[in-house]
């Protein structure tokens, strides 16, 4: 069981360059969430999916599209990166609907030049 | 913005000793949560406080919340040095369906041997 995986770890981009980075979760969740953190302060939430199929904006969406592929896979992708997105970005999963707790996975260190 | 403050932004106490930390919010909150950060590691749940919760327990960890003064408290009785991490406070409003967290910016823990 390995919980919430993410994959890369690292990834370093020019500015305008495009990537997806990708998230799974073992735990048959229904719920997914993309947060970024910056140096020094919370997560914020870019983009979070409900259930399978859906998908809605958080409080930092733009620059930011997702994907909800299925129940156990939820992706970010940047289309034309920017220095601002330089960030650690999480996924996080939660359980049944009443509960509350997040399941976090590694992150991913994102640089833009 | 973020909807969490926190105070201390750092703290540095010697192994045995109590670390507080605090944390005060904006809007009306469902349920209160702290999480655990290691250095470039995802975040891990603590604690969870309800809104109609004052006090909770678990293990060295006490919560308090205080819903008249939108704060909350994280004590860590007898502190040890794997304790040292960045705590996060997170809530989830009354009024989202979505259970999506709202951060404080954090407080940075150094436990010394």
């Known amino acids: 069981n390995a919980g919430v995986t993410q994959t890369p770890k690292f990834q370093v981009l020019k500015t305008g360059q495009s990537m997806t980075l990708q998230c799974a979760q073992d735990?048959?969740?229904?719920?997914m969430y993309w947060y970024r953190q910056d140096p020094g302060m919370g997560l914020r939430l870019i983009y979070y999916?409900?259930?399978?199929?859906?998908?809605d904006k958080g409080e930092v969406p733009n620059g930011y599209n997702v994907s909800r592929l299925n129940k156990r896979e939820f992706s970010l992708r940047l289309e034309s990166a920017a220095p601002s997105q330089t960030s650690v970005y999480f996924c996080?999963?939660?359980?049944?609907?009443?509960?509350?707790?997040?399941?976090f996975g590694p992150g991913t260190r994102l640089t833009v030049t | 913005s973020q909807q969490g403050e926190e105070d201390p932004q750092a703290l540095s106490i010697q192994e045995g000793e109590n670390a507080t930390m605090n944390c005060s919010y904006k809007?009306?909150?469902?349920?209160l949560q702290w999480y655990r950060q290691n250095s470039g590691r995802g975040l891990v749940h603590l604690i969870l406080?309800?809104?109609?919760?004052r006090e909770k327990h678990s293990g060295r960890l006490r919560v308090t919340l205080d819903t008249s003064k939108k704060s909350s408290s994280l004590l860590i009785t007898a502190s040890r040095a794997a304790d040292t991490a960045s705590y996060f406070c997170?809530?989830?409003?009354?009024?989202?369906?979505?259970?999506?967290?709202?951060f404080g910016s954090g407080t940075r823990l150094q436990v010394q041997p």
């Open positions: 999916s409900a259930s399978e199929g859906t998908t």
């Open positions: 996080a999963s939660k359980g049944q609907e009443m509960s509350y707790e997040q399941y």
């Open positions: 809007t009306s909150i469902n349920n």
């Open positions: 997170a809530s989830t409003g009354e009024d989202t369906g979505r259970r999506a967290l709202t």
């Open positions: 406080i309800r809104s109609n919760e």
């Open positions: 735990m048959n969740h229904n719920s």
